[in-house]
């Protein structure tokens, strides 16, 4: 798989202090300004898709409860009616020429631009992004070449929509799970910037895949929390925790699974 790329608590108006931050001298709330712009309702597939990837987390665990019968048709016959859905040609034309050659993934420069324009979400880019979380559902069930496929449809979706905050997150989980540090925190981090309201999940996932790759630097991520939090309380209180997570060297092979989306 490949990768996609204040003093006080950062309120949206400036450049994070953090070198990690993605976005070069793109002031954060111009990102977050286009990436809230560009995205739409989840459509009716996808939601049903975030469901069922909610039901069979945490599934390959040794001892874990599998998911009720139902939830798994659920999800055989989402796939079955995603997969049979005519794709769109750039998707097809991505698929066929992967792995993507290396090269600048664009940003829009402001709402509205050409680049907006082609990025922008829509019903049909939401149904594959929501066969491409049945597929990390499969994963999770451990079902055999799930992650491939997880991986393909994640990478040419971001490619595709690099504004996509949950994509991010996703795709960072897989990543720790390949073993890929680096670029799972470099992914996580991304998504939190591009997400308009990170909430304390958010950070709580970014701290575990921080520690994956930075497990003796809280710092590090410390910062980014400081400058990715929308309001102080939620700021102080996702810098508690993270804190608290370094302090007890919490068990790297149990990264929490990014979820749906609170909405």
């Known amino acids: 798989m490949g990768v996609i790329f204040l003093s006080s608590v950062c309120l949206g108006g400036t450049k994070p202090a953090t070198p990690f931050y993605p976005f070069g001298s793109t002031d954060l709330a111009t990102i977050r300004t286009i990436s809230q712009a560009e995205k739409i309702p989840d459509?009716?597939?996808?939601?049903?898709?975030?469901?069922?990837?909610?039901?069979?987390?945490?599934?390959?665990?040794?001892?874990?409860?599998?998911?009720?019968?139902?939830?798994?048709?659920?999800?055989?016959?989402?796939?079955?009616?995603?997969?049979?859905?005519?794709?769109?040609?750039?998707?097809?034309?991505?698929?066929?020429?992967?792995?993507?050659?290396?090269?600048?993934?664009?940003?829009?420069?402001?709402?509205?631009?050409?680049?907006?324009?082609?990025?922008?979400?829509?019903?049909?880019?939401?149904?594959?992004?929501?066969?491409?979380?049945?597929?990390?559902?499969?994963?999770?069930?451990?079902?055999?070449?799930?992650?491939?496929?997880?991986?393909?449809?994640?990478?040419?979706?971001?490619?595709?929509?690099?504004?996509?905050?949950?994509?991010h997150a996703l795709y960072a989980r897989l990543l720790v799970d390949s073993g890929a540090a680096e670029p799972a925190f470099r992914t996580a981090v991304a998504g939190i910037f591009m997400n308009p309201k990170p909430d304390l999940e958010d950070f709580q996932f970014l701290a575990f895949v921080a520690m994956v790759y930075r497990r003796d630097q809280p710092e590090v991520v410390l910062q980014i929390i400081k400058d990715a939090a929308v309001d102080e309380k939620t700021g102080e209180e996702a810098a508690k925790r993270a804190s608290e997570l370094f302090k007890s060297k919490g068990d790297v092979r149990n990264v929490p699974l990014k979820g749906p989306p609170s909405r």
């Open 43 to 167: 459509s009716p597939d996808l939601k049903l898709a975030w469901q069922i990837y909610s039901q069979v987390q945490g599934s390959w665990k040794p001892g874990a409860s599998k998911p009720e019968k139902q939830v798994l048709d659920n999800l055989a016959e989402l796939k079955r009616k995603l997969e049979d859905t005519p794709k769109p040609k750039w998707l097809e034309d991505a698929l066929k020429s992967y792995p993507p050659k290396k090269g600048n993934v664009h940003f829009p420069d402001k709402v509205g631009d050409e680049t907006f324009v082609e990025q922008k979400d829509s019903v049909e880019f939401q149904n594959q992004k929501a066969l491409g979380i049945i597929y990390l559902a499969e994963h999770e069930l451990d079902r055999p070449d799930a992650a491939q496929s997880a991986g393909r449809y994640l990478t040419v979706l971001s490619l595709k929509h690099p504004w996509d905050w949950e994509l």
